[in-house]
């Protein structure tokens, strides 16, 4: 057996198997000794950067996932598996379709999420926005076998530069392999720091797949090391697809909103899921509701879920009855693409049965023209015909003199599908879309849904945050001109709010309620508040906070709505939170509901607590 190395780049030694040599090697591997790849080659290799201190490499796997090094994350002094699934301990961004790092091209984002595998020195790195203008790789489905040749890829330490600007790619020939590494040797040169998490690729009939992961390496020849061997360690894939298919399918994102779904006279909670990537490389989204069972609500119930091609990304929810039937439906506004015409929107809508929801219909959709990325999504009875429709706050742009253009269009429920979209409202003076908030509530007690709009007002002259509530009262036909219902006058800060709408006060006229980020205090708890908008019939009370929270209760965590779910004739408010993640990746949700006391909010209660599946 090789001497122990002189020096090591991490403080932990491992060996591994005789099957590969029993080679002693120096943990984690650090940049590929090869030749700088040529522009928009391996577009899927990320270059990682940890809290400032570190850099790692990885590969794209899914729009949302890359897949590297679990000792890329492990703390000095650890072991370099597993590492704490979660959110990483340090701020992670990755740079991906970037060959040459002094471009422009490619994105940054940040690592949001670990899930770690115990057996081996490996990690899924979920990102905070999918990745969808890179081809992530393909995975390998067998194992390298000695003899083959591997092509290494990095961003990483060469021969010549500490840190490298581009990314380097060299051939390397397996040796052995055992259940979960493969050796590779190379003889003049071999895998660095900042490769570790890299990809080890193989070339096919023109096709690339990734085969295995730099996991550990001597570091001969690398920038600033004396060593001589060559010899290096991957992290086998090719027995593990199922369990990263898993990961990539875990429940991740999701919408939420309220309605009696089952017409029993309790308001049900509904979310829409992101399930990531089927095997195939399709989109697949869920649809779970939780039903209320008076004293309380059921563990969630999947209604409908999609085997691939439906994305959740490409999808903002609304709820209503739009048949009229009584009992409440879930609406998808789509993003279909482009057509010769401009861009297409579609609108689909999951039927309520009173017990499950049938399949995804298209209800209404446009040859072109009408922009999705444009769109925000609310919905209501707004010509109180005892069917609910849709509406969309939509971005006009800018006109010629500055001024900013929003429209309102209404989708009317017509017992099957959805009318055509009328423009019900546009804007004379400017209006801002991207200051704008949208919700729907009856505000005047008439029988017809209006719009409430809670708008960033910029900040005073003496520099303080400053935000409006404008409401849009239907007519049944129209939308009049907003009114301007309050204005802060002191700091309230429109970034800081989430907006829902409900009848808190049981008088018959719908109110307007925000939950509201205060920030984290000194201990690091998160503190979140509620604050109610009443209505009088005619304009909307300044907020009342009607709810402070004493532990923790994280705003960013929680998506919001609103539902009678007691029964009581009063709104209540309702929390679909984020409560952490499981060792296996799985994220862990909680319902709480705020129940309305008339004048206030009772504390929340929390009716579940798991894992959606």
């Known amino acids: 057996m090789p001497s122990r190395p002189s020096r090591r780049v991490r403080t932990t030694l491992l060996a591994i198997a005789a099957a590969t040599g029993a080679l002693t090697l120096t943990a984690p591997a650090a940049a590929v000794i090869g030749d700088a790849v040529p522009a928009n080659t391996y577009l899927f290799t990320a270059k990682l950067d940890i809290g400032g201190k570190r850099a790692c490499s990885g590969s794209l796997i899914d729009a949302q996932w890359i897949l590297t090094s679990s000792s890329c994350f492990a703390a000095d002094g650890q072991p370099a598996f597993p590492v704490p699934a979660g959110a990483p301990a340090e701020k992670t961004t990755a740079t991906i379709g970037r060959t040459d790092l002094t471009g422009t091209t490619g994105k940054v984002v940040e690592i949001t999420e670990l899930v770690p595998r115990a057996d081996r020195d490996l990690v899924m790195a979920k990102l905070a926005t999918p990745v969808t203008d890179v081809a992530p790789v393909v995975l390998a489905t067998t194992a390298p076998s000695a003899g083959e040749s591997l092509q290494a890829a990095g961003y990483g330490r060469t021969k010549d530069s500490w840190v490298p600007d581009r990314l380097h790619a060299g051939a390397f020939t397996v040796t052995g392999a055992d259940a979960t590494t493969v050796a590779v040797d190379r003889a003049d040169g071999t895998i660095c720091q900042g490769d570790a998490g890299g990809p080890a690729l193989r070339e096919k009939d023109g096709?690339?797949?990734?085969?295995?992961?730099?996991?550990?390496?001597?570091?001969?020849?690398?920038?600033?090391?004396?060593?001589?061997?060559?010899?290096?360690?991957?992290?086998?894939?090719?027995?593990?697809?199922?369990?990263?298919?898993?990961?990539?399918?875990?429940?991740?994102?999701?919408?939420?909103?309220?309605?009696?779904?089952?017409?029993?006279?309790?308001?049900?909670?509904?979310?829409?899921?992101?399930?990531?990537?089927?095997?195939?490389?399709?989109?697949?989204?869920?649809?779970?509701?939780?039903?209320?069972?008076?004293?309380?609500?059921?563990?969630?119930?999947?209604?409908?879920?999609?085997?691939?091609?439906?994305?959740?990304?490409?999808?903002?929810?609304?709820?209503?009855?739009?048949?009229?039937?009584?009992?409440?439906?879930?609406?998808?506004?789509?993003?279909?693409?482009?057509?010769?015409?401009?861009?297409?929107?579609?609108?689909?809508?999951?039927?309520?049965?009173?017990?499950?929801?049938?399949?995804?219909?298209?209800?209404?959709?446009?040859?072109?023209?009408?922009?999705?990325?444009?769109?925000?999504?609310?919905?209501?009875?707004?010509?109180?015909?005892?069917?609910?429709?849709?509406?969309?706050?939509?971005?006009?742009?800018?006109?010629?003199?500055?001024?900013?253009?929003?429209?309102?269009?209404?989708?009317?429920?017509?017992?099957?599908?959805?009318?055509?979209?009328?423009?019900?409202?546009?804007?004379?003076?400017?209006?801002?879309?991207?200051?704008?908030?949208?919700?729907?509530?009856?505000?005047?007690?008439?029988?017809?849904?209006?719009?409430?709009?809670?708008?960033?007002?910029?900040?005073?002259?003496?520099?303080?945050?400053?935000?409006?509530?404008?409401?849009?009262?239907?007519?049944?036909?129209?939308?009049d001109n907003p009114r301007k219902t309050w204005t802060s006058t002191g700091a309230f800060n429109w970034n800081a709010t989430k907006v829902t709408s409900g009848d808190y006060s049981g008088d018959n006229k719908d109110d307007v309620a925000v939950l509201y980020d205060r920030g984290t205090a000194p201990d690091g708890t998160h503190r979140s508040a509620v604050f109610t908008f009443t209505s009088d019939g005619t304009d909307l009370a300044a907020p009342r906070e009607v709810w402070t929270s004493t532990g923790s209760f994280n705003w960013a965590a929680s998506g919001l709505t609103s539902g009678d779910y007691d029964e009581d004739g009063k709104e209540d408010i309702g929390v679909l939170y984020r409560a952490g993640t499981a060792a296996d990746g799985r994220r862990i949700d909680s319902l709480f509901t705020f129940t309305s006391t008339g004048t206030g909010l009772r504390a929340p209660v929390r009716h579940w607590n798991g894992s959606v599946v």
């Open 207 to 479: 096709k690339v797949e990734l085969a295995a992961v730099h996991s550990r390496s001597w570091g001969a020849g690398c920038f600033g090391s004396d060593e001589t061997r060559g010899n290096a360690v991957e992290t086998r894939l090719d027995d593990i697809i199922p369990w990263i298919l898993q990961v990539r399918a875990l429940p991740q994102e999701y919408q939420v909103t309220s309605g009696d779904f089952n017409a029993d006279g309790r308001e049900d909670v509904a979310a829409f899921y992101d399930n990531g990537t089927s095997i195939n490389g399709t989109n697949k989204s869920s649809l779970f509701a939780f039903y209320n069972n008076n004293t309380g609500f059921d563990a969630p119930k999947k209604v409908w879920s999609a085997p691939g091609g439906f994305t959740y990304a490409f999808s903002k929810l609304a709820s209503g009855d739009f048949n009229g039937d009584g009992k409440d439906d879930v609406a998808v506004f789509y993003e279909g693409g482009s057509s010769d015409t401009g861009q297409v929107s579609s609108l689909y809508t999951f039927t309520s049965t009173g017990s499950a929801f049938s399949s995804p219909r298209k209800t209404w959709t446009t040859p072109g023209g009408f922009t999705w990325s444009a769109s925000k999504v609310t919905s209501g009875d707004y010509n109180k015909d005892g069917k609910d429709d849709i509406a969309v706050l939509y971005n006009g742009g800018t006109a010629a003199d500055g001024k900013f253009i929003s429209s309102l269009y209404t989708f009317n429920g017509n017992s099957t599908d959805f009318d055509n979209p009328r423009k019900t409202w546009t804007s004379s003076g400017s209006f801002n879309w991207n200051a704008s908030k949208v919700t729907s509530g009856d505000y005047s007690g008439d029988g017809r849904d209006d719009i409430g709009v809670l708008y960033n007002a910029g900040t005073s002259a003496d520099g303080v945050l400053t935000t409006s509530l404008f409401t849009f009262a239907s007519n049944g036909s129209t939308f």
